[in-house]
């Protein structure tokens, strides 16, 4: 009925190792995209960041800088 002349092709052990190779890819990519965001999470400012701020943006001057930082560190 279904007869062939020839043996099976050597290309085709390509196809099962190939849609290993993709399903193993698509894994790999959804764990580095979510391990990717939590890596990238906002952490709120410390005191120091916001100090920094307030300086730079001139809502403080040096000498309440120098001394709020001095209890910061302390």
Known sequence: MWWSDYWPMPGMFFG????????I????MMF???RGGMMHRHRPP???DILKERYARGEINEAEYRERRRLLEA
């Open 16 to 23: 099962p190792v190939l849609m290993f190779l993709f399903v």
């Open 25 to 28: 890819a698509c894994m790999a």
């Open 32 to 34: 580095f995209m979510m």
């Open 46 to 48: 410390d005191a120091m």
